[in-house]
């Protein structure tokens, strides 16, 4: 059984930082693109950050691009997304997901076979 469980969402001030989390088991994670999106209430899901399998390869959305890090390590099947200088639209619920696009991350949903479901960010102004 395929699972992503994500961990690290909490309420946090503006201009703080978070550390999120996703723990995969179910597949071979070194054989997978990694990626997080968000959705924030009334909005649609939305692409934040995308690595490679082996981390050589990473793109982020315009918004976060300088603040926000994606990481992974395969010895641990884990995907971590590092966000610094958090703004109150930052708030979302946060998801991480697995494409076996394993070379070419992609920005697109529609590729992600897997989906973790969800940890929740609030960003306070």
């Known amino acids: 059984q395929v699972q992503l469980v994500e961990s690290g969402g909490r309420l946090v001030q503006a201009g703080g930082s978070l550390r999120l989390s996703c723990a995969v088991s179910?597949?071979?994670?070194?054989?997978?693109?990694m990626g997080w999106f968000r959705q924030a209430p009334g909005k649609e899901r939305e692409f934040v950050a995308t690595i490679s399998w082996n981390g050589g390869r990473t793109d982020y959305t315009d918004s976060v691009k300088g603040r926000f890090t994606i990481s992974r390590d395969n010895a641990k099947n884990t995907v971590d997304l590092q966000m610094d200088s958090l703004k109150p639209e930052d708030t979302a619920a946060y998801y991480c997901?697995?494409?076996?696009?394993?070379?070419?991350?992609?920005?697109?949903?529609?590729?992600?076979?897997?989906w973790g479901q969800g940890t929740q960010v609030t960003v306070s102004s």
């Open positions: 997901a697995a494409d076996r696009h394993m070379s070419t991350p992609t920005r697109r949903a529609v590729e992600y076979e897997y």
């Open positions: 179910g597949v071979t994670f070194s054989r997978y693109s």
